[in-house]
Protein backbone atom coordinates (compact mmCIF):
# COMPACT_ATOMS: atom_id res chain seq x y z
CA UNK A 1 0.00 0.00 0.00
CA UNK A 2 1.42 3.27 -0.87
CA UNK A 3 2.27 5.68 2.24
CA UNK A 4 1.63 9.58 1.90
CA UNK A 5 3.64 12.35 3.69
CA UNK A 6 1.54 12.96 6.40
CA UNK A 7 1.15 11.24 9.45
CA UNK A 8 4.51 8.51 9.55
CA UNK A 9 3.72 7.20 12.76
CA UNK A 10 1.00 5.60 11.32
CA UNK A 11 2.63 4.44 8.28
CA UNK A 12 4.90 2.04 9.75
CA UNK A 13 8.26 3.84 8.76
CA UNK A 14 10.58 6.01 10.57
CA UNK A 15 10.88 9.36 10.51
CA UNK A 16 14.40 9.36 8.75
CA UNK A 17 13.38 6.71 5.87
CA UNK A 18 12.75 7.75 2.51
CA UNK A 19 9.11 7.36 0.81
CA UNK A 20 8.40 3.99 -1.23
CA UNK A 21 7.88 4.94 -4.76
CA UNK A 22 4.58 3.94 -6.55
CA UNK A 23 2.65 4.95 -9.60
CA UNK A 24 0.76 8.26 -7.38
CA UNK A 25 3.79 8.88 -5.02
CA UNK A 26 6.84 11.00 -6.28
CA UNK A 27 9.71 11.64 -4.12
CA UNK A 28 8.19 13.33 -1.29
CA UNK A 29 9.71 16.16 1.43
CA UNK A 30 9.43 14.06 4.82
CA UNK A 31 7.86 16.78 7.09
CA UNK A 32 8.03 16.57 10.56
CA UNK A 33 5.00 14.66 13.01
CA UNK A 34 2.53 17.09 14.18
CA UNK A 35 2.53 17.96 17.88
CA UNK A 36 1.08 15.68 20.54
CA UNK A 37 -2.64 16.91 20.93
CA UNK A 38 -3.58 18.57 24.13
CA UNK A 39 -5.31 16.58 26.62
CA UNK A 40 -9.39 15.98 26.14
CA UNK A 41 -8.73 18.15 22.61
CA UNK A 42 -11.68 18.06 21.04
CA UNK A 43 -10.55 16.84 17.27
CA UNK A 44 -7.42 16.47 15.22
CA UNK A 45 -5.23 18.43 13.44
CA UNK A 46 -5.66 19.36 9.67
CA UNK A 47 -2.27 17.57 8.88
CA UNK A 48 -4.00 14.41 10.03
CA UNK A 49 -6.94 14.33 8.45
CA UNK A 50 -4.85 15.48 5.22
CA UNK A 51 -2.99 12.15 5.57
CA UNK A 52 -5.50 10.05 6.22
CA UNK A 53 -7.91 11.13 3.13
CA UNK A 54 -4.73 10.94 0.91
CA UNK A 55 -4.39 7.44 2.40
CA UNK A 56 -7.96 6.04 1.65
CA UNK A 57 -7.48 7.31 -1.97
CA UNK A 58 -4.58 5.97 -2.63
CA UNK A 59 -5.55 2.63 -1.66
CA UNK A 60 -8.86 2.54 -3.52
CA UNK A 61 -6.96 3.82 -6.71
CA UNK A 62 -3.51 1.33 -6.31
CA UNK A 63 -5.73 -1.82 -4.80
CA UNK A 64 -4.30 -4.33 -7.86
CA UNK A 65 -6.99 -6.38 -9.22
CA UNK A 66 -7.25 -9.49 -7.68
CA UNK A 67 -6.75 -13.36 -8.46
CA UNK A 68 -10.53 -13.77 -9.07
CA UNK A 69 -10.70 -10.70 -11.43
CA UNK A 70 -7.96 -11.20 -13.06
CA UNK A 71 -9.38 -14.59 -14.20
CA UNK A 72 -12.61 -13.08 -15.07
CA UNK A 73 -10.60 -10.90 -17.30
CA UNK A 74 -9.31 -13.39 -19.49
CA UNK A 75 -12.03 -15.76 -19.06
CA UNK A 76 -14.74 -13.99 -20.76
CA UNK A 77 -12.90 -12.18 -23.69
CA UNK A 78 -11.14 -16.11 -24.55
CA UNK A 79 -14.70 -17.48 -23.91
CA UNK A 80 -16.40 -14.71 -26.41
CA UNK A 81 -13.52 -15.50 -28.65
CA UNK A 82 -14.27 -19.17 -28.65
CA UNK A 83 -17.92 -18.57 -28.83
CA UNK A 84 -17.42 -16.24 -32.26
CA UNK A 85 -15.37 -18.98 -33.71
CA UNK A 86 -17.84 -22.14 -32.92
CA UNK A 87 -20.50 -20.12 -33.97
CA UNK A 88 -18.62 -19.45 -37.80
CA UNK A 89 -17.79 -22.46 -38.17
CA UNK A 90 -21.34 -24.10 -37.45
CA UNK A 91 -22.85 -21.55 -39.63
CA UNK A 92 -20.63 -22.51 -42.10
CA UNK A 93 -21.64 -25.72 -41.74
CA UNK A 94 -25.24 -25.16 -42.79
CA UNK A 95 -24.84 -24.53 -46.27
CA UNK A 96 -22.34 -27.51 -46.54
CA UNK A 97 -24.81 -30.15 -45.16
CA UNK A 98 -27.49 -29.04 -47.50
CA UNK A 99 -25.36 -28.91 -50.13
CA UNK A 100 -23.48 -32.54 -49.08
CA UNK A 101 -20.23 -31.70 -49.63
CA UNK A 102 -17.25 -33.41 -47.94
CA UNK A 103 -16.40 -30.20 -46.71
CA UNK A 104 -19.20 -30.41 -43.97
CA UNK A 105 -17.44 -33.38 -42.32
CA UNK A 106 -14.17 -30.84 -41.64
CA UNK A 107 -16.25 -27.93 -40.32
CA UNK A 108 -18.35 -30.64 -38.10
CA UNK A 109 -15.03 -32.48 -36.53
CA UNK A 110 -13.18 -28.24 -36.30
CA UNK A 111 -16.82 -27.57 -34.71
CA UNK A 112 -15.98 -30.88 -32.07
CA UNK A 113 -12.65 -29.56 -31.32
CA UNK A 114 -14.01 -25.86 -30.95
CA UNK A 115 -17.01 -27.13 -28.41
CA UNK A 116 -14.11 -29.23 -26.30
CA UNK A 117 -13.15 -26.52 -24.71
CA UNK A 118 -16.70 -25.08 -24.10
CA UNK A 119 -17.10 -27.54 -20.78
CA UNK A 120 -13.18 -26.38 -19.48
CA UNK A 121 -14.77 -22.82 -19.39
CA UNK A 122 -18.07 -23.26 -18.07
CA UNK A 123 -15.89 -25.43 -14.97
CA UNK A 124 -13.49 -22.58 -14.73
CA UNK A 125 -16.21 -19.91 -14.49
CA UNK A 126 -18.41 -22.39 -11.65
CA UNK A 127 -15.05 -22.56 -9.60
CA UNK A 128 -15.02 -18.68 -9.79
CA UNK A 129 -18.13 -18.16 -8.55
CA UNK A 130 -17.73 -20.67 -5.81
CA UNK A 131 -14.77 -18.50 -4.98
CA UNK A 132 -16.41 -15.72 -4.93
CA UNK A 133 -19.48 -16.98 -2.64
CA UNK A 134 -16.71 -18.02 -0.04
CA UNK A 135 -15.02 -14.89 0.04
CA UNK A 136 -18.37 -12.94 0.88
CA UNK A 137 -18.98 -15.28 3.22
CA UNK A 138 -15.97 -15.54 5.18
CA UNK A 139 -15.87 -11.33 4.97
CA UNK A 140 -19.71 -12.17 6.83
CA UNK A 141 -17.65 -13.97 9.27
CA UNK A 142 -14.93 -11.60 9.63
CA UNK A 143 -17.56 -8.68 10.36
CA UNK A 144 -19.68 -10.31 12.66
CA UNK A 145 -16.78 -11.30 14.39
CA UNK A 146 -15.58 -7.77 14.99
CA UNK A 147 -19.10 -7.20 15.80
CA UNK A 148 -19.09 -9.76 18.55
CA UNK A 149 -15.61 -8.10 19.84
CA UNK A 150 -16.43 -4.58 19.95
CA UNK A 151 -20.10 -5.21 20.86
CA UNK A 152 -19.80 -4.67 24.66
CA UNK A 153 -17.66 -1.43 24.06
CA UNK A 154 -19.47 0.00 21.53
CA UNK A 155 -22.63 -0.01 24.12
CA UNK A 156 -20.43 1.84 26.77
CA UNK A 157 -19.41 4.02 24.85
CA UNK A 158 -22.92 4.96 23.21
CA UNK A 159 -24.02 5.15 26.66
CA UNK A 160 -21.09 7.97 27.92
CA UNK A 161 -21.53 9.86 24.22
CA UNK A 162 -25.82 9.93 25.19
CA UNK A 163 -24.93 11.13 28.71
CA UNK A 164 -22.59 13.70 27.27
CA UNK A 165 -25.19 14.96 25.04
CA UNK A 166 -27.65 15.28 27.86
CA UNK A 167 -24.94 17.00 30.00
CA UNK A 168 -24.46 20.07 27.88
CA UNK A 169 -25.36 22.86 28.39
CA UNK A 170 -25.22 26.65 26.80
CA UNK A 171 -24.05 28.15 30.33
CA UNK A 172 -21.62 25.32 31.76
CA UNK A 173 -19.22 26.21 34.29
CA UNK A 174 -15.48 25.53 33.66
CA UNK A 175 -15.58 23.03 35.97
CA UNK A 176 -18.27 21.03 34.27
CA UNK A 177 -16.33 21.72 30.86
CA UNK A 178 -13.30 20.31 32.16
CA UNK A 179 -15.19 17.14 33.70
CA UNK A 180 -16.52 16.32 29.84
CA UNK A 181 -12.59 17.25 28.57
CA UNK A 182 -11.66 14.25 30.62
CA UNK A 183 -14.76 11.90 29.43
CA UNK A 184 -14.20 12.42 26.32
CA UNK A 185 -10.25 12.29 26.82
CA UNK A 186 -10.77 8.27 28.76
CA UNK A 187 -13.34 7.45 25.62
CA UNK A 188 -9.99 7.55 23.65
CA UNK A 189 -7.67 6.23 26.04
CA UNK A 190 -9.41 3.06 26.90
CA UNK A 191 -10.40 2.12 23.52
CA UNK A 192 -13.98 2.90 23.55
CA UNK A 193 -14.06 5.41 20.78
CA UNK A 194 -12.24 3.21 18.41
CA UNK A 195 -14.28 0.21 19.15
CA UNK A 196 -17.69 2.30 18.76
CA UNK A 197 -16.37 3.70 15.31
CA UNK A 198 -15.08 0.54 14.40
CA UNK A 199 -18.42 -1.26 15.29
CA UNK A 200 -20.74 1.56 13.02
CA UNK A 201 -18.34 1.47 10.32
CA UNK A 202 -18.74 -2.63 10.58
CA UNK A 203 -22.01 -2.86 11.20
CA UNK A 204 -22.93 -0.39 7.66
CA UNK A 205 -20.01 -3.19 5.76
CA UNK A 206 -21.97 -6.12 6.84
CA UNK A 207 -25.02 -4.74 5.56
CA UNK A 208 -23.58 -4.03 1.75
CA UNK A 209 -21.97 -7.23 2.14
CA UNK A 210 -25.56 -8.96 2.76
CA UNK A 211 -26.29 -7.40 -0.40
CA UNK A 212 -23.04 -9.03 -2.17
CA UNK A 213 -24.03 -12.46 -0.34
CA UNK A 214 -27.81 -12.55 -2.14
CA UNK A 215 -26.09 -11.91 -5.52
CA UNK A 216 -23.49 -14.19 -5.29
CA UNK A 217 -25.42 -16.90 -3.64
CA UNK A 218 -27.37 -16.31 -6.50
CA UNK A 219 -24.72 -16.90 -9.12
CA UNK A 220 -23.30 -19.55 -7.40
CA UNK A 221 -26.39 -21.59 -7.43
CA UNK A 222 -26.48 -20.74 -11.47
CA UNK A 223 -22.78 -21.03 -12.56
CA UNK A 224 -21.56 -23.73 -9.76
CA UNK A 225 -24.48 -26.07 -9.32
CA UNK A 226 -26.90 -25.87 -12.33
CA UNK A 227 -23.98 -24.77 -14.98
CA UNK A 228 -21.75 -27.30 -13.28
CA UNK A 229 -24.30 -29.79 -13.50
CA UNK A 230 -23.85 -28.75 -17.55
CA UNK A 231 -20.69 -28.92 -17.82
CA UNK A 232 -20.05 -32.49 -16.98
CA UNK A 233 -22.83 -33.35 -19.31
CA UNK A 234 -20.98 -31.58 -22.11
CA UNK A 235 -17.72 -33.52 -20.61
CA UNK A 236 -19.63 -37.07 -20.91
CA UNK A 237 -21.34 -35.98 -24.62
CA UNK A 238 -17.23 -35.52 -25.51
CA UNK A 239 -16.30 -38.57 -24.26
CA UNK A 240 -19.38 -40.06 -25.89
CA UNK A 241 -17.79 -39.00 -29.16
CA UNK A 242 -14.15 -40.12 -28.56
CA UNK A 243 -14.69 -43.27 -26.88
CA UNK A 244 -17.08 -45.76 -28.30
CA UNK A 245 -17.31 -47.71 -25.05
CA UNK A 246 -18.48 -44.49 -23.17
CA UNK A 247 -21.17 -44.24 -25.59
CA UNK A 248 -22.09 -47.89 -25.45
CA UNK A 249 -22.22 -47.76 -21.63
CA UNK A 250 -24.11 -44.26 -21.34
CA UNK A 251 -26.16 -43.89 -24.59
CA UNK A 252 -28.37 -41.05 -22.56
CA UNK A 253 -25.49 -38.62 -22.94
CA UNK A 254 -27.17 -36.35 -25.18
CA UNK A 255 -30.38 -35.84 -23.47
CA UNK A 256 -28.91 -35.51 -20.29
CA UNK A 257 -27.11 -32.30 -21.79
CA UNK A 258 -29.50 -30.74 -23.86
CA UNK A 259 -31.97 -31.34 -20.29
CA UNK A 260 -28.46 -29.73 -18.54
CA UNK A 261 -28.74 -27.10 -21.17
CA UNK A 262 -32.75 -26.26 -20.45
CA UNK A 263 -32.00 -25.93 -16.73
CA UNK A 264 -29.26 -23.41 -17.51
CA UNK A 265 -31.62 -21.35 -19.10
CA UNK A 266 -34.09 -21.82 -16.98
CA UNK A 267 -32.00 -20.63 -13.72
CA UNK A 268 -30.79 -17.87 -16.19
CA UNK A 269 -34.40 -17.03 -16.21
CA UNK A 270 -35.05 -16.85 -11.98
CA UNK A 271 -31.93 -15.63 -11.80
CA UNK A 272 -33.18 -12.32 -14.35
CA UNK A 273 -36.44 -12.16 -11.81
CA UNK A 274 -34.99 -12.38 -8.60
CA UNK A 275 -32.54 -9.61 -9.89
CA UNK A 276 -35.19 -7.45 -11.35
CA UNK A 277 -37.33 -7.83 -8.34
CA UNK A 278 -34.19 -6.55 -5.67
CA UNK A 279 -33.14 -4.14 -8.62
CA UNK A 280 -36.72 -2.41 -8.09
CA UNK A 281 -36.92 -2.30 -4.82
CA UNK A 282 -33.53 -0.53 -4.37
CA UNK A 283 -34.67 2.17 -7.24
CA UNK A 284 -37.55 2.91 -5.29
CA UNK A 285 -35.92 2.83 -1.97
CA UNK A 286 -33.32 5.11 -3.32
CA UNK A 287 -36.10 7.68 -4.79
CA UNK A 288 -37.33 7.63 -1.20
CA UNK A 289 -34.14 9.12 0.13
CA UNK A 290 -33.63 11.44 -2.50
CA UNK A 291 -37.38 12.77 -1.34
CA UNK A 292 -35.98 12.94 2.17
CA UNK A 293 -32.82 14.75 1.18
CA UNK A 294 -34.59 17.33 -0.92
CA UNK A 295 -37.39 18.36 1.25
CA UNK A 296 -35.35 18.56 4.78
CA UNK A 297 -34.92 21.35 6.89
CA UNK A 298 -31.25 22.01 5.48
CA UNK A 299 -31.93 21.77 1.55
CA UNK A 300 -34.98 24.26 2.88
CA UNK A 301 -32.75 26.70 4.64
CA UNK A 302 -29.82 26.79 1.80
CA UNK A 303 -32.80 27.46 -1.14
CA UNK A 304 -33.37 30.35 0.58
CA UNK A 305 -29.52 31.36 0.79
CA UNK A 306 -30.31 34.41 -1.56
CA UNK A 307 -33.23 35.54 0.35
CA UNK A 308 -32.73 35.51 3.96
CA UNK A 309 -28.79 35.67 3.67
CA UNK A 310 -25.73 33.08 5.44
CA UNK A 311 -26.51 34.25 9.26
CA UNK A 312 -30.00 33.55 8.67
CA UNK A 313 -29.44 30.31 7.11
CA UNK A 314 -27.31 29.21 8.98
CA UNK A 315 -30.19 29.45 12.09
CA UNK A 316 -32.67 28.05 9.82
CA UNK A 317 -30.76 24.86 9.05
CA UNK A 318 -30.54 23.63 12.91
CA UNK A 319 -31.97 25.65 15.55
CA UNK A 320 -29.80 28.09 17.87
CA UNK A 321 -30.76 29.38 21.00
CA UNK A 322 -31.01 33.48 20.95
CA UNK A 323 -27.42 33.78 22.26
CA UNK A 324 -25.89 31.39 19.42
CA UNK A 325 -27.91 33.41 16.56
CA UNK A 326 -26.10 36.26 18.08
CA UNK A 327 -22.87 35.27 17.83
CA UNK A 328 -23.32 33.59 14.38
CA UNK A 329 -24.20 37.02 13.51
CA UNK A 330 -21.11 38.21 14.27
CA UNK A 331 -19.68 35.88 11.76
CA UNK A 332 -17.85 37.52 9.20
CA UNK A 333 -20.15 37.86 5.76
CA UNK A 334 -18.07 36.61 3.51
CA UNK A 335 -16.96 33.63 5.38
CA UNK A 336 -19.97 32.45 6.36
CA UNK A 337 -21.25 33.18 2.81
CA UNK A 338 -18.59 30.79 1.45
CA UNK A 339 -19.48 28.10 4.10
CA UNK A 340 -23.24 27.94 3.07
CA UNK A 341 -21.92 27.89 -0.38
CA UNK A 342 -19.57 24.92 0.24
CA UNK A 343 -22.54 22.98 2.14
CA UNK A 344 -25.05 23.77 -1.01
CA UNK A 345 -22.53 21.85 -3.02
CA UNK A 346 -22.30 19.56 -0.89
CA UNK A 347 -26.07 18.96 -0.14
CA UNK A 348 -25.84 18.80 -4.18
CA UNK A 349 -23.44 16.60 -4.46
CA UNK A 350 -24.83 14.01 -1.89
CA UNK A 351 -28.19 14.69 -4.46
CA UNK A 352 -26.11 13.71 -7.58
CA UNK A 353 -24.94 10.53 -5.66
CA UNK A 354 -28.15 9.21 -4.85
CA UNK A 355 -29.02 9.55 -8.90
CA UNK A 356 -26.39 8.06 -10.01
CA UNK A 357 -27.17 4.89 -7.62
CA UNK A 358 -30.74 5.11 -8.93
CA UNK A 359 -29.25 5.60 -12.70
CA UNK A 360 -27.29 2.21 -11.47
CA UNK A 361 -30.32 0.42 -10.32
CA UNK A 362 -31.82 0.96 -13.58
CA UNK A 363 -29.22 -0.48 -15.53
CA UNK A 364 -29.46 -3.31 -13.20
CA UNK A 365 -33.44 -3.74 -13.93
CA UNK A 366 -32.25 -3.33 -17.76
CA UNK A 367 -29.83 -6.39 -16.96
CA UNK A 368 -31.96 -8.41 -15.33
CA UNK A 369 -34.47 -7.47 -18.33
CA UNK A 370 -32.03 -8.89 -20.84
CA UNK A 371 -30.91 -11.86 -18.53
CA UNK A 372 -34.34 -13.04 -18.60
CA UNK A 373 -34.58 -12.31 -22.38
CA UNK A 374 -31.70 -14.62 -22.98
CA UNK A 375 -33.17 -17.04 -20.79
CA UNK A 376 -35.86 -17.51 -22.58
CA UNK A 377 -34.49 -17.26 -26.23
CA UNK A 378 -32.15 -19.94 -24.94
CA UNK A 379 -35.00 -21.51 -23.42
CA UNK A 380 -36.60 -22.27 -26.50
CA UNK A 381 -33.79 -22.85 -28.38
CA UNK A 382 -31.96 -25.89 -26.27
CA UNK A 383 -36.06 -26.80 -25.86
CA UNK A 384 -36.10 -27.81 -29.56
CA UNK A 385 -32.81 -29.28 -29.67
CA UNK A 386 -34.15 -31.67 -26.46
CA UNK A 387 -37.31 -32.28 -28.72
CA UNK A 388 -34.63 -33.31 -31.82
CA UNK A 389 -32.46 -35.46 -29.33
CA UNK A 390 -35.48 -37.61 -27.87
CA UNK A 391 -37.06 -38.05 -31.04
CA UNK A 392 -33.57 -39.63 -32.62
CA UNK A 393 -34.54 -38.14 -35.95
CA UNK A 394 -31.31 -39.07 -38.26
CA UNK A 395 -32.58 -37.23 -41.44
CA UNK A 396 -30.84 -34.59 -43.18
CA UNK A 397 -33.70 -32.54 -42.49
CA UNK A 398 -33.23 -33.11 -38.64
CA UNK A 399 -29.64 -32.61 -38.77
CA UNK A 400 -29.67 -29.37 -40.40
CA UNK A 401 -32.61 -27.85 -38.26
CA UNK A 402 -30.31 -28.97 -34.96
CA UNK A 403 -26.81 -27.51 -36.32
CA UNK A 404 -29.87 -24.36 -36.85
CA UNK A 405 -30.56 -24.44 -33.68
CA UNK A 406 -27.13 -24.20 -32.47
CA UNK A 407 -26.26 -21.82 -34.42
CA UNK A 408 -29.16 -19.55 -33.02
CA UNK A 409 -27.77 -20.34 -29.61
CA UNK A 410 -24.41 -19.76 -30.04
CA UNK A 411 -25.48 -16.39 -31.19
CA UNK A 412 -27.12 -15.57 -28.47
CA UNK A 413 -24.45 -16.69 -25.76
CA UNK A 414 -22.04 -14.64 -27.89
CA UNK A 415 -24.39 -11.42 -27.30
CA UNK A 416 -24.33 -12.05 -23.44
CA UNK A 417 -20.91 -13.24 -23.27
CA UNK A 418 -20.16 -9.59 -25.21
CA UNK A 419 -22.41 -7.97 -22.84
CA UNK A 420 -20.20 -9.34 -20.01
CA UNK A 421 -17.00 -8.04 -21.90
CA UNK A 422 -18.51 -4.45 -22.24
CA UNK A 423 -19.58 -4.42 -18.45
CA UNK A 424 -16.09 -5.41 -17.69
CA UNK A 425 -14.54 -2.80 -19.47
CA UNK A 426 -16.73 -0.31 -17.63
CA UNK A 427 -15.58 -1.62 -14.47
CA UNK A 428 -12.06 -0.95 -15.63
CA UNK A 429 -13.18 2.51 -16.29
CA UNK A 430 -14.49 2.92 -12.76
CA UNK A 431 -10.68 1.92 -11.17
CA UNK A 432 -9.19 4.79 -13.13
CA UNK A 433 -12.04 7.20 -11.92
CA UNK A 434 -10.48 6.36 -8.37
CA UNK A 435 -6.91 6.52 -9.63
CA UNK A 436 -8.00 10.05 -10.59
CA UNK A 437 -9.58 11.13 -7.51
CA UNK A 438 -6.43 9.65 -5.54
CA UNK A 439 -3.82 11.86 -7.79
CA UNK A 440 -6.87 14.80 -7.10
CA UNK A 441 -5.66 14.70 -3.42
CA UNK A 442 -2.80 13.83 -3.35
CA UNK A 443 -2.01 16.99 -5.67
CA UNK A 444 -3.93 19.23 -3.17
CA UNK A 445 -2.54 17.59 0.20
CA UNK A 446 1.08 16.40 -0.46
CA UNK A 447 2.45 19.98 -0.55
CA UNK A 448 1.23 20.40 2.94
CA UNK A 449 3.84 17.81 3.80
CA UNK A 450 2.52 17.28 7.40
CA UNK A 451 2.08 21.11 8.44
CA UNK A 452 -1.06 21.45 9.90
CA UNK A 453 -2.23 25.17 8.97
CA UNK A 454 -1.03 24.27 5.40
CA UNK A 455 -3.29 21.24 5.55
CA UNK A 456 -5.82 23.28 6.48
CA UNK A 457 -5.63 25.81 3.82
CA UNK A 458 -4.97 23.23 0.86
CA UNK A 459 -8.49 22.12 2.28
CA UNK A 460 -10.06 24.76 2.55
CA UNK A 461 -8.86 26.25 -1.00
CA UNK A 462 -9.60 23.14 -2.57
CA UNK A 463 -13.04 22.88 -1.23
CA UNK A 464 -13.62 26.55 -1.83
CA UNK A 465 -13.12 25.69 -5.61
CA UNK A 466 -15.88 22.67 -5.67
CA UNK A 467 -19.05 23.09 -8.43
CA UNK A 468 -21.25 20.64 -9.08
CA UNK A 469 -19.29 18.99 -11.39
CA UNK A 470 -15.79 18.09 -9.72
CA UNK A 471 -17.08 17.62 -6.35
CA UNK A 472 -16.98 13.78 -7.20
CA UNK A 473 -13.28 14.41 -7.49
CA UNK A 474 -13.05 15.76 -3.98
CA UNK A 475 -15.35 13.39 -1.83
CA UNK A 476 -12.58 12.60 0.34
CA UNK A 477 -11.45 16.14 0.70
CA UNK A 478 -15.07 17.22 1.66
CA UNK A 479 -15.37 14.54 4.28
CA UNK A 480 -11.90 16.12 5.78
CA UNK A 481 -13.64 19.03 5.63
CA UNK A 482 -17.17 18.09 7.16
CA UNK A 483 -15.18 16.91 9.65
CA UNK A 484 -12.75 20.01 10.36
CA UNK A 485 -16.25 21.73 10.67
CA UNK A 486 -17.70 19.13 12.85
CA UNK A 487 -14.54 19.63 15.43
CA UNK A 488 -14.59 23.22 15.34
CA UNK A 489 -14.40 25.18 17.92
CA UNK A 490 -13.48 29.26 19.58
CA UNK A 491 -15.12 31.48 16.85
CA UNK A 492 -18.45 32.87 15.32
CA UNK A 493 -16.65 30.88 12.30
CA UNK A 494 -16.34 27.94 14.05
CA UNK A 495 -19.94 28.54 15.14
CA UNK A 496 -21.29 28.45 12.20
CA UNK A 497 -19.54 25.45 10.36
CA UNK A 498 -20.32 23.57 13.56
CA UNK A 499 -23.96 23.68 13.39
CA UNK A 500 -24.08 23.46 9.24
CA UNK A 501 -21.95 20.10 9.52
CA UNK A 502 -24.07 18.79 11.99
CA UNK A 503 -27.54 19.80 10.12
CA UNK A 504 -25.86 17.61 6.75
CA UNK A 505 -24.45 14.78 9.05
CA UNK A 506 -28.12 14.33 10.98
CA UNK A 507 -29.83 14.92 7.55
CA UNK A 508 -27.75 11.87 6.22
CA UNK A 509 -29.09 9.95 8.64
CA UNK A 510 -26.32 10.41 11.31
CA UNK A 511 -27.63 9.89 14.87
CA UNK A 512 -25.99 12.34 17.31
CA UNK A 513 -23.54 9.69 18.62
CA UNK A 514 -22.13 9.26 16.06
CA UNK A 515 -21.43 12.67 15.10
CA UNK A 516 -20.41 13.12 18.53
CA UNK A 517 -17.86 10.30 18.42
CA UNK A 518 -16.41 12.03 14.58
CA UNK A 519 -16.06 15.23 16.50
CA UNK A 520 -14.17 13.59 19.44
CA UNK A 521 -12.06 11.77 17.19
CA UNK A 522 -8.00 12.38 17.28
CA UNK A 523 -5.78 9.56 16.47
CA UNK A 524 -5.23 8.54 12.55
CA UNK A 525 -7.14 5.22 13.34
CA UNK A 526 -10.36 7.39 14.67
CA UNK A 527 -9.73 9.63 12.00
CA UNK A 528 -9.82 6.96 9.48
CA UNK A 529 -12.73 5.27 10.42
CA UNK A 530 -14.60 8.44 11.29
CA UNK A 531 -13.84 9.73 7.35
CA UNK A 532 -15.29 6.43 6.04
CA UNK A 533 -18.36 7.22 8.23
CA UNK A 534 -18.42 10.52 6.75
CA UNK A 535 -17.90 9.16 2.94
CA UNK A 536 -20.56 6.67 3.36
CA UNK A 537 -23.23 9.44 4.88
CA UNK A 538 -22.11 11.39 1.49
CA UNK A 539 -23.48 8.78 -0.19
CA UNK A 540 -26.67 8.93 0.83
CA UNK A 541 -26.71 5.09 1.75
CA UNK A 542 -27.79 6.00 5.44
CA UNK A 543 -30.59 8.03 4.88
CA UNK A 544 -33.85 6.31 6.42
CA UNK A 545 -37.04 7.20 4.62
CA UNK A 546 -38.78 5.92 7.29
CA UNK A 547 -37.64 8.45 9.69
CA UNK A 548 -38.74 11.92 9.22
CA UNK A 549 -36.45 14.28 8.52
CA UNK A 550 -37.21 16.84 11.54
CA UNK A 551 -35.02 19.72 12.76
CA UNK A 552 -33.20 17.83 15.22
CA UNK A 553 -33.20 19.34 18.83
CA UNK A 554 -31.28 22.26 20.15
CA UNK A 555 -29.57 19.89 22.90
CA UNK A 556 -28.36 17.48 20.11
CA UNK A 557 -27.48 20.22 17.61
CA UNK A 558 -25.14 22.60 19.65
CA UNK A 559 -24.76 21.82 22.82
CA UNK A 560 -27.10 25.23 23.86
CA UNK A 561 -30.45 23.56 25.33
CA UNK A 562 -33.28 25.02 26.27
CA UNK A 563 -35.38 23.51 29.25
CA UNK A 564 -36.75 20.14 28.43
CA UNK A 565 -40.63 20.49 27.63
CA UNK A 566 -39.94 23.96 26.35
CA UNK A 567 -41.86 24.87 23.06
CA UNK A 568 -39.68 25.23 19.48
CA UNK A 569 -38.02 28.39 19.43
CA UNK A 570 -38.69 30.87 16.31
CA UNK A 571 -35.84 29.48 14.08
CA UNK A 572 -37.28 26.25 15.05
CA UNK A 573 -40.67 27.11 14.06
CA UNK A 574 -39.25 28.49 10.46
CA UNK A 575 -37.36 25.62 9.55
CA UNK A 576 -40.44 23.78 10.06
CA UNK A 577 -42.74 26.15 8.12
CA UNK A 578 -40.52 26.14 5.22
CA UNK A 579 -40.50 22.33 4.95
CA UNK A 580 -44.07 21.93 5.69
CA UNK A 581 -44.93 24.62 2.51
CA UNK A 582 -42.87 24.18 -0.17
CA UNK A 583 -43.39 21.39 -2.45
CA UNK A 584 -41.07 22.28 -4.77
CA UNK A 585 -38.08 20.10 -5.36
CA UNK A 586 -35.41 22.01 -3.62
CA UNK A 587 -31.89 21.03 -4.66
CA UNK A 588 -33.31 21.32 -8.00
CA UNK A 589 -33.62 25.15 -7.24
CA UNK A 590 -30.62 25.42 -5.43
CA UNK A 591 -28.48 23.87 -8.73
CA UNK A 592 -30.06 26.53 -10.83
CA UNK A 593 -29.45 29.64 -8.07
CA UNK A 594 -26.01 28.35 -7.72
CA UNK A 595 -25.50 27.95 -11.54
CA UNK A 596 -27.32 31.89 -12.09
CA UNK A 597 -24.43 33.31 -9.88
Request: aromatic share 4%; net charge positive; proline share 5%.
Amino acid sequence: MPTTAFAPSFTGLPLTAPLPQGPLQGPLRQGPLPPPAAAGKVGADAAVLGGVACRITADKATKPIGRLGKTECVLYPFWGLLAAALTGVRGAQLPAMLRDVPSAGILATCSFRIGIAMPVLAALEAGVAIARFVKVVRKRGRLDARLRDTAADHTRCEAALRQRLASRTEAALPAERAVRRQQRQALRDDGSLDAFLLYRHSRAERGDNDGKLFSSGLTLARDAVVQGVAASSGVLQVLSRMLPTVAAALPWTGIAGCAASVAMSTAQIVTGVMQWRDSARQRAALHQRREVLRRSPLAAALDGLERHGAAATVCKAQPLSPRRQRIVGEADPAQLRQTADFYRTVMQYCDSQIGEAIESANKDVRKAGLRIAYGAGTLGVNGAVLGLTVAALTTVTAATAGTGLMVVGGVLGLCWLGFAVYRMVKWVKSRRALRDAALTARQVLTPAAGNDAAASKAIAAACAQLDAGNAADHRHLIAARVMQHLQARGSAQALAERSLARALMRTLGADAEVVAAIESAQTPEQCRLAIKLVLRHLDGRCIDPGREQEAVSTRDADGASEPPGKAPDDAQRDVQSDVRDDRVPLLHRMAATASAS
